[in-house]
């Protein structure tokens, strides 16, 4: 599915009412976007208790994040 939506001059955007339905999303939920360094971005519907797993490990994951750590972890 393609579906194309204009960012506003605030970064809001509309999500598209076929994109909502295929996530089974509807106002008052939460959805998660995740982007790749190639700038590809994927977003998925989140359960209440993940938001509170994800908060709770939002602190702690940048220490993981340096060349170092890809380096030594790469072939794992």
Request: charged share 25%; aromatic share 6%.
């Amino acid at each position: 599915m393609l579906a194309v939506a204009k960012i506003t001059t605030k970064g809001q955007t509309t999500i598209p009412q076929d994109v909502r339905a295929a996530l089974h999303v509807a106002p008052g939920d939460f959805i998660a976007w995740e982007v790749s360094e190639d700038g590809t971005a994927t977003v998925r519907r989140v359960q209440p208790m993940d938001i509170e797993y994800v908060r709770a490990l939002e602190g702690t994951l940048g220490e993981w994040a340096g060349a170092a750590d890809e380096e030594a972890y790469r072939d794992l």
